[in-house]
């Protein structure tokens, strides 16, 4: 499977993006997709995830009340609505399909990784 994130940009801080990732190839629609981030010099982190229907939901501490995510497997693409963004935001956001149906935090849980996009929140 092939995912593909896109929506990034530069947005000043208090500010909305929504980020998308669409996957072609294999079907996602049993497993669980969630967004990762990397800032410079930092390790990946967990931001969110979303069960195989939807169903349920995890986020990071630090984007909880911000960013919500959702996905639609009709047109095999999750989104990520980040809202009031802050300068730490700043990362580059890849979207990942995991092993199972529900999210998990853990980086080895997941298999397929998109090239990512560039989230530039300024002060």
């Known amino acids: 499977v092939q995912l593909q994130a896109s929506g990034g940009g530069l947005v000043q801080a208090g500010g909305s993006l929504r980020l998308s990732c669409a996957a072609s190839?294999?079907?996602?629609?049993?497993?669980?997709i969630s967004w990762f981030r990397q800032a410079p010099g930092k390790e990946r982190e967990f931001v969110a995830g979303?069960?195989?229907?939807?169903?349920?939901?995890h986020y990071a501490d630090s984007v909880k009340g911000r960013f919500t995510i959702s996905r639609d497997n009709a047109k095999n693409t999750v989104y990520l609505q980040m809202g009031s963004l802050k300068p730490e935001d700043t990362a580059n956001y890849l979207c990942a399909r995991g092993l199972r149906s529900h999210p998990s935090a853990e980086r080895s849980e997941y298999t397929y990784w998109g090239q990512g996009t560039l989230v530039t929140v300024s002060s």
């Open positions: 190839g294999r079907t996602f629609s049993n497993n669980a």
């Open positions: 979303i069960s195989w229907n939807g169903g349920t939901t």
